[in-house]
């Protein structure tokens, strides 16, 4: 398997969001999400363990308000609700 290049312009092991948010929903409720974090956004089906389809809703998260320095915060992680 090959190393996707990040953001920063190197590639790295680790885990990011969409990584967690598969393996939580995995784990936890035994749905299979795709853990391409653009592929994650915009999925709107995935399939459980014993490989019944589910539909999925999307949940967005509320943008923070904005900080002491100006900058706004924004939610980095998306949700599903089944």
């Known amino acids: 398997m090959a190393w996707k290049e990040t953001a920063v312009g190197h590639n790295g092991k680790g885990v990011d969001c969409s990584n967690f948010t598969g393996f939580v929903y995995n784990q936890g409720f035994g749905i299979r999400l795709n853990t391409d974090v653009r592929k994650q956004s915009e999925q709107d089906r995935a399939e459980e363990t014993g490989g019944r389809a589910v539909r999925l809703h999307r949940v967005d998260l509320p943008r923070a308000s904005r ?10 992680c998306s949700s599903f609700g089944g």
């Open 67 to 76: 900080t002491g320095s100006g900058r706004s915060g924004v939610a980095t």
